[in-house]
């Protein structure tokens, strides 16, 4: 049956001389100030939020039952925020990353809505802000583009963040040629010139004794005048595993190569696909939302990717506490500043970022 079409019976022949009809960009299309409409958009679903936080251990009640969401001013429970940050970055990946190339990081996570009701249409655009070429890979360079989420009934904005990427050149300054090369090709993060070093620990570390808000303020009253500082470690951990690995992104339309496509993967250091760097994000910050009483998501910055992760890793996650800021407003929670860092099961960072968040005050 194969003689009666040519390409079948030449499929190899047919394949090696097909042109490509690639996806994604290269460095040199980006251009500083451009504003890149991410056409497919996506659908916020209960179902997308509920499956999203279970997987990743975020099981605070406010999005889960409707008593506890009313408690917190809601009138049903919402998008859980993580969720929505990685339905705003998905639909982003195929015209921004998906070349391939290391997340370098993010910051200015913010929801300026506040709660987004499941069932919201998503528009989501980014501008290009900053692009330069990397000092440490002449065959990429380094774009920042700010991107944002918004209600396509409203155009009010829901979600936005500033992300740094290495993309590839399509005309490299200098032929890539050392497994670094390769490696920047499989975004699973590493940590490079780019990027700046973690500040040292005091030698005493503290725990908080609950978690409210005073709490946190009474740990960090305990370290002043002294070489102390608020650390400790949580004691959950989560094992990826193909939902992780794979159901997760592609629910959020992220469609890059690193985290479905294990032939592309397997000439790459890992050897296999990686975790989406959200994912990971996500359960190091399920593991310290469980030791808090969390009333309200505000924002995050500086956050860094260190490292793959694959199948079959464990994901933990170590908090230090930097400020306790009682002058909110609310009578019902204070302001606390965190810096989480995730590891894996060989204690090695994958993932750092500073988080601010409403925490509950004592009852």
Same mark, same amino acid.
């Given at each position: ?33 451009? #504003? ?10 209960? !179902? ?7 997987? &990743? ?28 940050? !990685? ?19 993010? +910051?200015?996570?913010?929801?300026? *809505? ?20 990397? =000092? ?40 890539? =040629? #050392?497994?670094? $090369? ?35 303020? &009474? ?26 690995? *794979? ?22 250091? =890992? ?51 930097? $400020? ?12 606390? &500043?965190?810096?989480?860092? !995730? ?12 988080? +601010? ?7």
């Amino acid at each position: 049956m194969n003689g009666d079409d040519p390409f079948l019976a030449r499929t190899a022949d047919a394949l090696a001389r097909a042109p490509v009809r690639e996806k994604g960009r290269y460095f040199e299309t980006f251009t500083e100030g451009e #504003t890149i409409d991410h056409e497919r958009g996506i659908r916020l679903t209960r !179902a997308g939020s509920d499956c999203w936080a279970s997987q &990743t251990l975020n099981h605070d009640p406010a999005y889960w039952r409707l008593d506890a969401a009313r408690e917190r001013g809601y009138d049903a429970p919402p998008t859980h925020p993580d969720y929505l940050l !990685a339905c705003t970055m998905g639909p982003s990946v195929e015209d921004l990353s998906e070349k391939g190339g290391y997340f370098l990081g993010r +910051t200015d996570v913010r929801y300026p *809505s506040g709660a987004v009701a499941p069932g919201t249409d998503l528009v989501v655009e980014s501008e290009t802000v900053v692009t330069r070429p990397s =000092s440490s890979r002449p065959d990429y360079g380094i774009v920042t583009w700010e991107t944002r989420g918004l209600d396509a009934d409203t155009g009010e904005v829901v979600c936005a963040y500033e992300r740094t990427n290495m993309v590839p050149r399509r005309e490299p300054t200098e032929p890539p =040629s #050392t497994d670094d $090369d390769r490696r920047a090709a499989t975004d699973g993060g590493e940590t490079t010139p780019e990027e700046r070093s973690e500040p040292s620990l005091p030698a005493d570390l503290v725990a908080p004794e609950g978690p409210y808000f005073e709490d946190f303020r &009474t740990a960090l009253d305990r370290t002043d005048g002294r070489d102390a500082a608020v650390a400790y470690r949580h004691e959950r951990g989560r094992t990826v595993d193909d939902y992780l690995l *794979s159901v997760l992104p592609l629910r959020t339309l992220n469609t890059a190569k690193q985290h479905h496509d294990a032939h592309a993967m397997a000439d790459s250091p =890992s050897g296999e696909p990686v975790v989406y760097g959200d994912v990971t994000r996500s359960v190091a910050l399920g593991h310290a939302r469980s030791d808090e009483a969390t009333w309200r998501e505000e924002r995050c910055e500086d956050e860094r990717f260190h490292d793959f992760i694959v199948a079959g890793d464990t994901v933990s996650a170590v908090t230090r506490v930097l $400020d306790a800021d009682p002058d909110t407003g609310s009578d019902a929670a204070g302001r606390v &500043t965190f810096r989480h860092y !995730a590891v894996n099961q060989r204690d090695e960072p994958v993932y750092s970022g500073t988080r +601010t968040a409403l925490i509950r005050r004592r009852p």
